[in-house]
């Protein structure tokens, strides 16, 4: 899972990136590497692994990953090819969700590509050039659906909602604010435009804002209002905080997080708002020699989970022994839970919960 970083150019991006590539550094629990130097791989927070590896004290811990990708230089006319415009798109092309940073802090030091803070201005900046590159590869699968009337007039449905889509691009909106029922959100998923990607907006807050409580801060309002508009996330972050608590110790974190009177740090929040942004959820294997958590999507059955682990462990597949994570704590272990009856047996059609502690019975 993939996801890109944009803004305008002194938002934050980097200090957020920075922070988000550190963090992963500085626990050496966690596998974190930099791909490239503008890409790299985070642990998803999981408090319920690190009890498991209490638990079973293993010789490998390994947590859930996402990659995040700092997509700098997204600026007016990148969809005509300005600057190095494309390659941005290709970039967003490639994610999975788009992390959206908006200036909200005023520093007079710091320049502002457009002269003044202004986030209705700098997200419909950004998301023009989005909705643009949009209009191309909306407009050829219009002409496309249109030939296609010629020959069976059953896909005149599709051609109107195309139409539609292209309206709301007109009016300068987002893919992902048009209102669908789930047959055409998924035709509208079957071209892929930029604009129609999970967001989360992460609103960049100074220090005292996001110290003294954002409710106070109009930007943060203005980005929160979008964000609704739009069916996308927001989030308020203070990126300058992140790169600092990025540096920390785990003690260290704690403390300073617990005198702002906050339980995780703004970078755990938006890793896993990120992650149910996507409709992910975790199953998790515990024993000897590793805990582990398996990314699946909501929704998946036990045999395509386990295909996760193994694609023999899909074909194979006999049945799961399914336990709740609060179960097996509440037990203690693996053999009281199982003596209460609490490990369950579950079959080809038994849904994935998140959390569920999984081992998979299957045939070679
Ligand atoms: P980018 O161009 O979007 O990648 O922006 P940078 O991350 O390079 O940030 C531009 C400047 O803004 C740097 O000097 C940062 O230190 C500063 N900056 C970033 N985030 C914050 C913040 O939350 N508060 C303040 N005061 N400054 C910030």
């Not at 638990?55 to 390994?62: D, I, L, S, V």
């Not at 987002?174 to 990607?197: G, I, M």
């Not at 805990?291 to 386990?306: E, F, N």
Request: hydrophobic share 40%.
């Amino acid at each position: 899972m993939k996801l890109g970083i944009v803004g305008l150019p002194n938002v934050g991006k980097s200090t957020l990136f920075n922070a988000i590539t550190n963090a992963g550094a500085q626990s050496a629990n966690y596998p974190f590497c930099t791909i490239e130097p503008n890409v790299g791989v985070v642990a998803v927070p999981d408090k319920r692994l690190d009890k498991l590896a209490e638990m079973y004290n293993p010789e490998k811990y390994t947590p859930a990953t996402i990659e995040f990708m700092d997509i700098a230089g997204l600026v007016r006319g990148a969809s005509k090819g300005e600057g190095l415009g494309n390659k941005f798109l290709a970039n967003i092309r490639e994610s999975d969700a788009i992390v959206h940073v908006v200036r909200c802090f005023v520093n007079d030091d710091i320049i502002h590509v457009e002269g003044s803070i202004d986030p209705k201005r700098d997200i419909e900046t950004i998301n023009l050039e989005l909705i643009l590159s949009d209009m191309e590869v909306l407009d050829r699968r219009i002409d496309k659906t249109q030939k296609m009337i010629k020959a069976d007039k059953k896909y005149q449905a599709e051609y109107d909602f195309f139409v539609r889509v292209r309206e709301t691009l007109d009016a300068g909106k987002s893919a992902r604010s048009v209102e669908c029922t789930d047959e055409e959100a998924e035709l509208l998923s079957s071209v892929s435009l930029l604009t129609n990607k999970p967001v989360i907006y992460a609103a960049n807050v100074s220090e005292d804002d996001f110290k003294g409580g954002i409710e106070n801060n109009p930007y943060f309002k203005i980005v929160k209002e979008i964000a609704d508009s739009e069916h996308a996330g927001v989030l308020p972050i203070c990126a300058e905080i992140e790169a600092e608590i990025s540096n920390m110790d785990k003690d260290e974190k704690e403390l300073f997080l617990s005198d702002m009177g906050l339980q995780e740090s703004g970078l755990d929040r938006l890793i896993n708002e990120c992650y149910s942004l996507l409709g992910l959820i975790s199953y998790l294997t515990a024993g000897q020699p590793e805990v582990r958590a398996w990314t699946i999507k909501k929704g998946t059955k036990a045999p395509q989970a386990a295909g996760k682990i193994h694609t023999d462990f899909e074909r194979g597949f006999i049945r799961a022994e399914v336990v709740a994570f609060d179960d097996l704590m509440a037990c203690g272990t693996m053999a009281a839970a199982k003596e209460k009856g609490l490990v369950r047996s579950e079959g080809k059609e038994y849904v994935m919960k998140d959390g569920d502690i999984v081992l998979f019975r299957f045939n070679v």
